[in-house]
């Protein structure tokens, strides 16, 4: 019953890719979360009743695309960082964009270069 939590518990590293829609990221990503984040699996809570991390990874990359440029943080990746770093106890939460996509004109080439160097430039070996 708890497959998907057991399997996002135990992985070293996570990598979220999705696109950021109408605000946030797709319902079908707030679902898996709702699947895994479980009690007793991939958080616990403390006697003061504080979530305590029991994920294994120790880093999180979240890679996200935008059509235009406003993209403000607390509705997409804060969101993921604030579970991963206060739940599931995985500090180390990365943001990758590709944004301004849509915007007539733009160099999406030159976007998504951009977002490749800086994944190129990133630290992704296992810790």
Known sequence: MFELARQFSKAE???????YWDLSFPAALKQYLELIN?????FKYSKDGMP??????????YVTTAGGYYVPEEYGFGYIKALAQNYYGIQDVQQITAIGL???GADVEAI??????????MDLTCR
């Open 13 to 19: 590293t996570i990598v979220i890719a999705a696109p």
């Open 38 to 42: 479980v009690v007793g699996i991939t």
């Open 52 to 61: 305590v991390g029991l994920c294994k990874a120790s880093r999180l990359f």
């Open 102 to 104: 849509d915007i007539e």
């Open 112 to 121: 998504m270069r951009a977002a490749e160097d800086t994944v190129s430039g």
